[in-house]
């Protein structure tokens, strides 16, 4: 079974720094994907960034970066340069392997909402 | 590029009603999957569709149920309501299974 941990329930951040949100995941998979997705409060699930289980290089999209320690298990996201309206819920998520039974099924964390201040 | 719809965007019903919630997948994606998200949790798979056969489904009960057609698009049905069901149903859908599922801006469902 997965498993993923967002032990942050909330987040503080100044405008225009920079803020980690955490994310350990749990599979006994060998092959895998790690996603991050934003939920505003209207409701619509934005995604951000996507990460390979064999992928040797951290993902970047724009301001996200995806700080991936496979050893750790640990999938933490970096918005750099904090804008007001990064302030959202955010989700980290894994999909299982190709061919596998929970290769379509996204299994999410509890979310982490981030409020970022003037 | 038309992107996920769903329809309709609030839903009330009672409890031991059915309910349907559609949605329009993006343009030329075959996959399209269903999620509940209660409030303050993240959302849980219900069942996923690729080219009108379901092809994963999570632990829910076989009231909870769907179609996918063959243009794509897809249909949550829900028999039997229940209190517990209230909460925001989210469709996604993807070009294939290698790629990030998107999102539409989900069914708000309240069950009174």
């Known amino acids: 079974a997965q498993k993923i941990t967002q032990t942050q329930p909330g987040m503080f951040v100044q405008e225009k720094e920079a803020v980690t949100l955490d994310c350990t995941y749990d599979t006994s998979d060998q092959s895998y994907g790690l996603f991050w997705y934003k939920q505003p409060s209207s409701g619509e699930m934005i995604f951000l960034i996507y990460q390979g289980s064999y992928d040797e290089q951290n993902a970047t999209e724009g301001r996200y970066s995806l700080n991936f320690q496979k050893a750790r298990k640990s999938a933490n996201l970096v918005i750099s340069a904090s804008q007001l309206g990064d302030s959202a819920m955010y989700f980290c998520a894994m999909r299982g392997p190709a061919g596998g039974t929970s290769y379509g099924k996204l299994t999410f964390g509890q979310g982490t909402i981030l409020t970022v201040h003037p | 590029e038309t992107g996920v719809t769903q329809s309709p965007t609030h839903l009330i019903k009672t409890r031991g009603q059915q309910v349907t919630l559609r949605c329009s997948s993006q343009s030329g994606h075959n996959t399209v999957s269903w999620y509940q998200q209660a409030l303050g949790q993240g959302p849980q798979f219900i069942f996923q569709?690729?080219?009108?056969?379901?092809?994963g489904r999570g632990n829910f009960p076989p009231r909870f149920s769907g179609l996918q057609f063959p243009n794509y698009s897809s249909e949550l049905n829900v028999n039997a309501l229940e209190l517990d069901d209230s909460a925001l149903y989210l469709c996604?859908?993807?070009?294939?299974?290698?790629?990030?599922?998107?999102f539409g801006d989900g069914t708000r469902l309240s069950i009174l």
């Open positions: 569709y690729y080219r009108e056969e379901e092809n």
């Open positions: 996604a859908s993807s070009l294939d299974g290698n790629q990030p599922q998107h």
